[in-house]
Every structure is written in C-alpha cells, then in structure tokens.
C-alpha cells in the first residue's frame, strides 16, 4: 500500500524528522510514536487520545505533501548558497546574528499545514514537549524518502523501484549521495550506486549482496521515446518550478511509462532474480 512522507521540525532535535502515512498508520518514526489514521487530527497527552476530531481531508493531505511554499526564515537561511551565508555572517554582529539564530519567529512557516502533535507529553518522543506540529513537503529533508520506506517496513525488501524526478543532474547526485549516507547511519545497507549511470541514464539496475536490489529511474532523455524531448535541460521542468501546462504534464508523464514499459523485461527479470537470491 502508499506510504506518503512529510516533515516536521523538531526543536530539541534541531532539524526535521519524517513522518509516515499509511491507510493504516501514522508514525513519527524518532521514539518512535505511531497511531491508526483514522486517529490523526485527534488530541493527544501522553498517548492517550483527550478529542474526537475526524481525520483530515484528502484535500488537506494532499496540500501538506506538496508544501514545498510554507518556508521560514530558518529553511530560507539554511538552504542559501554559501556564499550568503558567509556574507550574513559578516554583516551581522556575532550577538545579533546569534539572537535571531536563536528567536522563536525564525521557525515560523508561511501557511503550514497543522496537527496536534501525537507524541505530545510522551516522554519517549523528542517531541513531547510541542502540542501542535508544522507539517512540511518531505523535500525539506530529501526528495528521496529511502530511510522512512526502510524505517516503516517490517523486514527485509528484495527490490525497491524508486523514481527520482530531480531534473538537476548534480542536486541529484547531492541528494543520493545524503539519502545513502541516511541510511546507513541507521544500519541499512544499500547497494552502492554508479554515479555517472545516476546521472545519465533514464533506467539502471543497483545490486549487492545483503541489500535489496534498487531499480533507480530519472528524468533523463530517451531517445527511443523521443530524441528531441529532455527535460533535464528544459527550464520548465526546473525543481522550482510549480507550473505546468497539461500538455507539458502529459509530456512528462508519456515519458516515465515509455521507459518503464520498453524495459518491461528488465523489470520482470530484476524482480525474478531478487527473490531467488533472498
């Protein structure tokens, strides 16, 4: 079944954590904490549910996964080049530059979507102590959620098929590069990836023993769909781009199921040898 992710910025751990969405369960995987869907939206105090709210719309879920806008002065600091960063250092006094570091409205979001936190006043959570949570775009933390789809399966997975729509080749790399070193850091080995097939290829196949078999597509032009069509080098399909016509939408689209049903053998194959080898 979907599994969908966000992120929520947890104060006392400095940074964002995941959370999980699945039709059956909802899991703030730090602690971890986890309650049925149909409780989200609901109060809680020390695991114990104090209202009767009904869960939020598809609507609102669907808004809260592609919230890539509700950023703060703190995301915008943390994500600019480093040049300014270097530039802002210099221009605010150390005091200064460390009040604001440390102000409450540096976190404050443009228009987040908002639930009561789950895990408020559960002492095993780093979050106990907020009773509302910001919910973000997973993207925040990365456009490759690997660790949550590890974290929230039980067991070990023979193949993961996984789509990475980053049409910029080297903030590709960056992010594959981060979400591997994620996921070992929490123990989950992930077989090492080609750098240069990463960033070329429109389909590759990652394999090692121990480790589920990772069939990785991108974006990448396909000169058997159509040669002229690349939209790694169109602006149009630019990460921060939030427009796109239709036809521009279909174009995209047609793309990603041309190359996965002309490498419908490569698929079938990968997924037959995975599960002899596991």
Known sequence: FPIFTSVTRIQIMGGYDWLTFSPYSVCLPAGPCSIPSWALGRSFAGGVSTT???PPSLGYFLGMFGSSFSISFRDAFERAPEILNELATKILPGELHRSISQADWVNKKISPARLPNFAYKHDAHPSSAEEELAIVDGGYKSNLPLLPLLRHHDGALDVIIMLDSKCERPDRLVTALATWQACDAHGYQLPLFDTDALQKNSISIFTAPQAPT????TLEPDSSFDPTFAPTEDSVYATPNFYYTPPQ???LIDLVKHV????????????AQAKIVS
Not at 214 to 217: A, G, H, R, S, V
Not at 264 to 271: E, G, R
């Open 260 to 271: 996965v049903v002309s490498n419908k053998n490569l698929f079938v194959d990968t997924i």
């Open 52 to 54: 009767n709210t009904p």
């Open 214 to 217: 990772i069939i990785y597509l």
């Open 249 to 251: 939408a279909t174009r």
